[in-house]
């Protein structure tokens, strides 16, 4: 269902797409990017994948998005994690301890972060550097960030709610 959907996602921009000029994709940020969106989203559909990916593009404004995805405390996959933190940053090494299921949300998220740098597909944050997640934040017992309170809400998607300053 969910390739259906991605397919779907991607195949209405196509038209967009082929009139535009190919945009270059670097790579390596593109695996940092598809290795985001696979930690950080992979139990959300393709939208809040998408999502998820365009905070990243959004805090790369002054550097790569490796840089920004692999600043500490940023993205909570990343929070001691080096086996991801390694495969985010080399173009040889997958994340670990794939399964079947792991493989497929793989693939998936490698091509959502190729149609987002492409700009293949918008914003669906409205800008957002930022998101939390209510029912996990609640489930782990933690506090809403500061930031929380001093940003703008500018989109809740799915169990995501998205800010930006």
């Avoid at 995805?69 to 390694?86: G, H, K, T």
Wanted: charged content about 25%; glycine content about 4%.
């Amino acid at each position: 269902m969910r390739s259906l959907i991605l397919a779907t996602t991607l195949l209405s921009t196509a038209a967009y797409a082929q009139e535009a000029k190919p945009v270059k994709v670097n790579q390596k940020d593109l695996k940092c990017l598809a290795t985001t969106i696979y930690g950080e989203a992979r139990g959300e559909s393709v939208y809040g994948k998408i999502a998820v990916a365009y905070t990243a593009v959004n805090r790369a404004v002054k550097k790569t998005i490796c840089e920004a995805v692999l600043e500490p405390f940023q993205y909570s996959i990343y929070n001691d994690n080096p086996e991801l933190r390694a495969a985010a940053t080399s173009l040889k090494i997958l994340p670990p301890n794939m399964n079947i299921i792991d493989k497929i949300s793989w693939k998936e998220a490698w091509d959502i972060a190729t149609s987002v740098l492409r700009k293949e597909i918008d914003d669906p944050t409205n800008g957002a550097t930022h998101y939390l997640s209510p029912v996990a934040m609640k489930a782990l017992g933690y506090q809403y960030p500061d930031w929380s309170k001093k940003f703008k809400l500018t989109a809740v998607i799915e169990n995501h709610k998205f800010y930006k300053p």
